[in-house]
């Protein structure tokens, strides 16, 4: 559905164009220049429009590397028009140590509690939602599964965020002390109108031979995208 990772401009259906407030230019997990964003924690984020994004069935992947877990960071958030009808991907909200899928207000939450402090490494997340439930993959393993649905998100109005949370109107920037701002990378988020299989996942988290693994995909799987430089 779309794609952004070295540059904020996505040519997705909605011809979105994201802006960068503070986030700077860095190396990606394959060390190559400027092709990810660094966010310092204070302040920083960027900003396009969510109107249209999947509101019911879609997977949300997202490369991200934090310095810091200690700020709840809301990796990426999008939609809301009443309480309860956004979509947030955070690390720690709450004080809580995990992946966390919330909607403000407690109207749906997941959690994928994780053992070690996901920091100063570059890790693969991908939520997946639909009718049979909710998936969450972490490296390309699957480490939480439930029959919750979020098929509750509102997108036709508001912002899509990356390094901030969304209001529970669908504005961004908002933070608050359960929602902070991300200290550290992000790279390569890609938003599906689709449920992708557990291969798919597999597929993407290897893709150009990250993990030392052969592996090569012949198309994007329907997604929506074109190079972002």
Known sequence: YGDWSSDVCSSDLYGRNGLSFGATLSADRFGHSNQAFYFNGVGQYIKASGVGLPNKTRSVSVWFKLNSVQNKPTLLAYGGTVCGTSWMQCIDAWGIPGYVVTTHCNVKDEIA?????????????VVITDSTGTRNYVNGDLVKSSSQFFDNTSTGQGDLAFGTAVFWDGTAPHTDENHGWTRGFLDDIRIYSRALSALEIILLYHENNWGNQNISIQNRWNMISVPLL
């Open 113 to 125: 509690y994780y053992y070690n402090e996901p920091v100063d490494t570059w890790i693969h997340w």
